[in-house]
């Protein structure tokens, strides 16, 4: 499940009523198709197999049905405050030498305690109209050390005391949270344990071409409007790969129809996921824990969210306040390196030729199966397709695969070139994973574009 970043004009406005009468529609047996859980016949055998490491394909996630944490009870929605990279940093620095800290002590003071204090103090401004956009750190700190006091936690208290007294010898830093908005919040005693459910992610679905032709008209109204419009986001449940009728796509609007885990806001170290899993013979989205809650603390999860623009991948600071916070809640995939073998090995004509050669053959060969089937497209995006673009999607499939392969050498030699210009000691083994992983999220974001494609393309066979 990946969230989508999506502008949307306010629902107030009388021409996108308009848009929304006539969208909003969608074909219900198209998405009840693409929801429905397939499972493989042979399901005992390979979910024994990925889990001896054998089977690569994702098959789906069983799981029975559960119930949602209880708002009020377990969970509470209210307003919650984050700090950016740089805050984080400033903490770290005013922490006083002389109290003995290891680096993760440190790290575990800012990301559990005072982010958990913090979110309690701004509590009481939720619903109250005058919410501030910042908020200072120092009754915070000062809180932190009244508690430490009052339980004989010396150590706590003593670290406070100096970060207090540095604070106010360095006046010209600002030590403030800034404001993410509405967000989710434990409130159960005794926390939440490992691997528990917390919600299902909940909206109106569309299938892939519904929900661009969405955009296409919500983007017309923009250019004539000027409203300006709020962000908002959006989800992607992708069918797992191996189920039996294959991987498929639809986006999931909690705009007008949603529940809290719309609110669930990012984390670059989170406390949560959100999965696919299949419940009563039909995909959900639901966010379980990935390790334990405590009461008090934020409910978090990784947006996953990719943009293609540097600006605006840096102007979405993050503000999840972790020792490995990415700066950013958008992943940035708009490098060179990431195209390089695209633009080498499968220009325009490279294209057209692959798809003349399959509206010539226009069958279907076993190879073509195979293919597919390692790309985990099967009936439920395929049905129904004239053969020359079955055969042609298999030509692409080929070639997403070859460029998983060479793509990783040309992100490794990029990032090399790009961190020697900043750092003299560089984890070679470190930089080749990562270049693995980010060919894999290549891979992923290719059969993403080809799903949106066949979609589209479907709808008029």
Request: proline content about 4%; hydrophobic content about 35%.
């Amino acid at each position: 499940a990946r969230m989508t970043k999506a502008s949307l004009v306010p629902p107030v406005t009388r021409k996108y009523e308009v848009i929304e009468k006539y969208l909003i529609v969608a074909d219900e047996e198209e998405v009840q198709r693409k929801m429905r859980v397939a499972l493989p016949d042979d399901y005992s055998e390979k979910l024994l197999s990925q889990k001896n490491g054998t089977e690569n394909l994702e098959i789906p996630e069983v799981k029975d049905y559960q119930r949602r944490k209880v708002p009020g009870d377990e969970v509470l929605e209210q307003e919650v405050y984050g700090i950016d990279p740089y805050t984080h940093n400033l903490l770290r620095d005013i922490m006083p030498a002389d109290v003995s800290l290891s680096s993760a002590d440190k790290h575990t003071f800012i990301e559990e305690l005072l982010l958990n204090t913090l979110n309690k103090q701004v509590r009481d401004f939720t619903g109250s109209g005058n919410t501030p956009m910042v908020y200072p750190l120092k009754p915070v700190i000062e809180e932190i050390q009244k508690s430490a006091e009052e339980s004989g936690d010396r150590r706590t208290a003593k670290m406070c005391l100096g970060m207090l007294k540095a604070m106010r010898s360095r006046p010209e830093h600002n030590y403030v949270a800034y404001r993410k908005g509405l967000g989710v919040v434990c409130n159960k005693k005794g926390g939440f344990g490992m691997d528990d459910f917390v919600i299902e992610f909940f909206g109106e679905v569309y299938p892939s071409w519904r929900w661009y032709e969405k955009q296409d008209g919500i983007k017309h109204i923009q250019n004539n409007s000027e409203d300006q419009a709020p962000e908002f986001y959006n989800i992607m449940l992708e069918r797992p790969k191996g189920d039996r009728d294959g991987y498929d796509l639809v986006f999931v609007d909690a705009m007008h129809k949603a529940n809290y885990a719309s609110r669930i806001c990012h984390s670059c170290n989170p406390n949560c996921e959100a999965k696919v899993t299949a419940v009563d013979g039909q995909y959900q989205i639901g966010v379980y824990t990935v390790r334990p809650i405590a009461e008090g603390e934020e409910i978090t999860f990784d947006y996953n969210s990719v943009t293609e623009s540097k600006e605006e991948h840096e102007a979405s600071v993050c503000l999840c306040g972790s020792q490995v916070c990415r700066g950013s809640y958008l992943n940035f995939s708009g490098e060179g390196a990431f195209e390089k073998v695209l633009m080498e090995f499968h220009g325009v004509l490279d294209r057209h030729s692959l798809l003349l050669q399959a509206c010539e053959a226009n069958t279907v060969s076993q190879q073509d199966l195979i293919d597919l089937g390692r790309a985990g497209l099967g009936t439920c995006l395929l049905a129904g397709l004239p053969g020359w673009l079955v055969a042609y999607t298999a030509q692409l499939v080929r070639f997403i695969f070859f460029e998983r392969q060479k793509l990783p050498n040309e992100i490794f030699k990029h990032n090399m070139e790009e961190k020697r210009q900043f750092f003299t000691d560089i984890n070679m083994d470190s930089e080749r994973n990562d270049a693995e992983v980010q060919a894999e999220g290549v891979l992923n974001s290719r059969l993403q574009h080809l799903t949106h494609t066949l979609d589209k393309v479907g709808n008029y066979f």
